[in-house]
C-alpha cells in the first residue's frame, strides 16, 4: 500500500508532466567529486520524465542495510524509509516536486535545495538532500541529483524535519505549506531581534524599541545562533538569508 501511495502521488505526477528536449551535459565523474566526499554519502540522478534513478555511487545497498543489488528505480529510495517516517516523506516529496513544477522558471540549477531527515528500516538516520540539476527547452525540471548523508553517528534524530535552502526558498517553503511535522526554524521574534541586529543594534537598542528587557534580547541571540548552527549573529543572519527565513521581510 506504502509504495502505491508513492506510485500514485510521485511517480505519476513527475510522468505527467510537459517535457522539451533536453541538450545539458551532466558530467557524472565531477558530480561523484562535488557531492559524495566520504564513504557515508551516496548520489543518485533522476530522470524526471521516466522517473528512473541512476545511482552514481556503490554504496546505497550498505547506506540501506540491503544485500542483494539495488535497483535503479526512484520507489528503492522510498522502499527503505522506516515506517513511521515513509507518510512524512511522500508528503514532503510530492508537495515540494509541486513547488518546483509551479517555481520552475525561477529555480537555480544546484542552487536551490531541498532537505529532509529521516531514519531506514534498519533505523540509519539519513539526510536526503535534493537539488535542481537540469532544466529543459520549456524550463520544466527534467533531472535532479539527490544526494543522502548518513548522519545516524553523528545527531541524534528527534523525528522528520524539513527544509529548503536556496535564493527562492520562501516561495518553496510557502508552496509546500505547514507539515505537520515542520517547525518554523526562528520563532517571529527571533526574526524580529535577528533583523535588528543586522542592521547593526546592540542589545539595549533593540530591547528598547521591542519594549523587553536586554536580558531577553541576550537570550534570544543564544537561542538564534544555537538553532543556526553558527558561531556569531553575522553569520545567523547571512544563514538565514540564504534558507530564506528573511525573505520579503
Request: with cysteine.
Amino acid at each position: 500500500m506504502e509504495s502505491k501511495s508513492f506510485e500514485n502521488k510521485i511517480v505519476d505526477l513527475l510522468r505527467k508532466q510537459q517535457y522539451g528536449e533536453s541538450n545539458q551535459q551532466i558530467n557524472e565523474d565531477q558530480l561523484i567529486k562535488s557531492y559524495a566526499h566520504f564513504p557515508n554519502e551516496a548520489i543518485y540522478i533522476v530522470d524526471c520524465q521516466k522517473a528512473d534513478v541512476e545511482f552514481l555511487t556503490s554504496n546505497i545497498g550498505q547506506m540501506f542495510g540491503i544485500d542483494e543489488r539495488v535497483k535503479n528505480s526512484l520507489i528503492t529510495i522510498y522502499e527503505n524509509i522506516n515506517s513511521q517516517d515513509f507518510s512524512n516523506i511522500v508528503d514532503f516529496g510530492n508537495k515540494a516536486m509541486n513547488s518546483a513544477i509551479i517555481e520552475r522558471d525561477k529555480l537555480q540549477s544546484l542552487g536551490d535545495k531541498f532537505s529532509c531527515i529521516y531514519r531506514t528500516p534498519n533505523n540509519r538516520t539519513i539526510i536526503k538532500n535534493t537539488y535542481v540539476l537540469a532544466k529543459d527547452s520549456l524550463g520544466q525540471v527534467s533531472y535532479t541529483l539527490g544526494q543522502l548523508i548518513d548522519v545516524t553517528d553523528l545527531v541524534s534524530f528527534t523525528g522528520f524535519k524539513y527544509q529548503v535552502y536556496g535564493e527562492n526558498a520562501a516561495n518553496l517553503i510557502a508552496l509546500i505549506g505547514d507539515l505537520p511535522e515542520f517547525r518554523s526554524t526562528l520563532t517571529k521574534r527571533e526574526i524580529e531581534v535577528l533583523i535588528l541586529l543586522s542592521k547593526g543594534f546592540l542589545s539595549k537598542q533593540i530591547a528598547d524599541q521591542l519594549f523587553i528587557s536586554k536580558g531577553t534580547v541576550d537570550k534570544h541571540r543564544k537561542n538564534i545562533i544555537k538553532k543556526l548552527q553558527v558561531n556569531n549573529s553575522l553569520a545567523a543572519y547571512k544563514k538565514a538569508l540564504d534558507m530564506g527565513v528573511l525573505k520579503g521581510l
